[in-house]
């Protein structure tokens, strides 16, 4: 008796080699699902293991041979055989495209196609295969509500302190820092009672300094207009008796380092600021990472993200939480003010993330 085992990507190859190596006679014995082990398993495909046996114990020219059936018998017992195989193999071709892609496929795949980076979707999945046995077979809905949490514990998101005094805004040109500043001096002025000043060191920009006068006269709040450092102390004294103070500053190209540097300069002059980065959602994470890297001059400590109503996929909320590990504390969705602002929740910005819920 001669015994051999073959791992192929499915039965019509193993049917192939089997009776290309072992002849016409040969009989399959066993044949099972195998995946690699390791973590490599975890999002590899599923291969067949098929153990096939031929009799060997008499010369070839003394054995039989069968009957020759017609085409159309031997035709059939053929196919007989393959379904049977197939059927214990798959229960369907749906189910079959999933599992041979791994046990968190479909999961990996809405994380990609959210933009949530390769490397993180896997980690985060790896992770789950570790706490839960991949042989519980865990239900799409159990996956969901596991990688939601997953995903709100690593988007960190904080209030603003009750005892930050001075907030002040950052980032690339067009994310729209100006119009998030107005709706943030807004909510303050108009919600919560409070006493806010504006300070705008934005001098490059022609109709900056207009557009938020215009928005402080509108709301009754002092703005200060601070053309060079030196001028930073005496803009604050003149707004000693305010509440909060919010400061808006020019939008840099993140690659020109001489700019940033002078931002730098105004902004350190800022006693105890919370420093905001604004980013906007709908910009690519190759940019984001640059323009992270070029502004970490500033030493922003929060994030804001504008324009979630620009885009569908919400996964570089995610890419950026994890690679500053910093919290999101405000995002924006239109250009309304003061209304379209909202305090970040971990809970929603993860729906978003894995589309289980659409941004109004």
Request: proline share 5%; glycine share 6%; hydrophobic share 40%.
């Amino acid at each position: 008796m001669k015994i051999k085992k073959y791992c192929v990507e499915n039965v019509q190859e193993g049917m192939q080699q089997i009776k290309k190596d072992l002849g016409p006679d040969a009989v399959i014995i066993q044949s099972r699902k195998i995946r690699e082990k390791g973590f490599r398993g975890l999002f590899s495909p599923v291969k067949v293991e098929i153990t096939a046996a031929v009799d060997t114990s008499r010369p070839s020219h003394t054995v039989p041979r069968e009957p020759e059936r017609p085409p159309e018998q031997k035709l059939e017992r053929e196919v007989g055989e393959l379904k049977q195989l197939l059927s214990q193999l798959i229960s369907g071709q749906q189910k079959r495209n999933i599992e041979e892609k791994g046990p968190f496929h479909r999961a990996l795949q809405q994380l990609i196609d959210h933009d949530v980076e390769p490397a993180l979707a896997q980690g985060v999945l790896a992770e789950i295969h570790q706490d839960y046995a991949v042989e519980n077979a865990l239900s799409d809905e159990v996956v969901r509500l596991i990688l939601m949490k997953k995903i709100w514990e690593r988007l960190r998101c904080a209030p603003l302190p009750e005892n930050a005094r001075i907030l002040s805004f950052v980032g690339p040109t067009g994310v729209g820092k100006t119009t998030t500043l107005a709706k943030l001096a807004a909510r303050f002025a108009l919600y919560h009672h409070k006493q806010v000043g504006l300070i705008t060191i934005d001098t490059y920009r022609i109709g900056a300094v207009e557009q938020l006068r215009t928005y402080a006269d509108i709301t009754g709040m002092p703005i200060e207009v601070v053309m060079t450092p030196k001028d930073m102390p005496r803009a604050l004294e003149r707004l000693a008796d305010r509440e909060l103070i919010l400061v808006d500053t020019a939008g840099r190209n993140s690659k020109n380092s001489l700019h940033i540097s002078e931002l730098a300069s105004f902004l350190g002059l800022l006693p105890s600021a919370e420093t905001f980065l604004v980013l906007a959602a709908t910009t690519k994470m190759k940019d984001l990472k640059v323009i992270i890297e070029n502004f970490r001059k500033t030493n922003f400590s929060r994030l804001i993200f504008t324009k979630l109503d620009e885009t569908e996929n919400f996964g570089t909320l995610l890419n950026v939480a994890c690679h500053t590990g910093l919290p999101l504390t405000y995002v924006t969705t239109g250009q309304n003010v003061p209304d379209d602002l909202e305090v970040a929740n971990s809970e929603k910005l993860a729906k978003l993330i894995l589309g289980v819920e659409q941004h109004a």
